[in-house]
């Protein structure tokens, strides 16, 4: 069975940093595309980032563009997001999730599956 745990979430001030870190287990997931999402009170779930499975395409939601980096690491079956210069508006609950595809690399949320639990990310101004 497919089991994605996050770790890494927390309270932090404006300005300051967090390492969100997806650890996946079940099977081998080096050839599929990772992401990670977050979802805010009252609001729908959004793509925050991206990784493909070879880790030469990535994506970004332009609100964490030059503030966000994703990264993975096949061999850990892991995928992390750094976060920096976080903002009030970064709250909400963050999940990573990897895509239903093999070698495809979208970043809609649909088109991924095997969701984690979600970690909290509060940032206070």
């Known amino acids: 069975q497919v089991q994605l745990v996050e770790s890494g979430g927390g309270l932090v001030q404006a300005g300051g940093s967090l390492r969100l870190s997806c650890a996946a287990s079940g099977r081998t997931f080096s050839s599929y595309a990772m992401g990670w999402f977050r979802q805010a009170p009252g609001k729908e779930r959004e793509s925050v980032a991206a990784?493909?499975?070879?880790?030469?395409?990535?994506y970004y939601a332009d609100s964490v563009k030059g503030r966000f980096t994703i990264s993975r690491d096949n061999a850990k079956n892991s995928v992390y997001l750094q976060m920096n210069s976080l903002k009030p508006e970064d709250t909400a609950v963050y999940y990573c999730?990897?895509?239903?595809?093999?070698?495809?690399?979208?970043?809609?949320?649909?088109?991924?599956?095997?969701w984690g639990q979600g970690t909290q990310v509060t940032v206070s101004s």
């Open positions: 990784i493909s499975a070879s880790r030469d395409k990535t």
């Open positions: 999730a990897v895509h239903r595809v093999s070698l495809i690399f979208t970043t809609r949320k649909d088109d991924f599956g095997s």
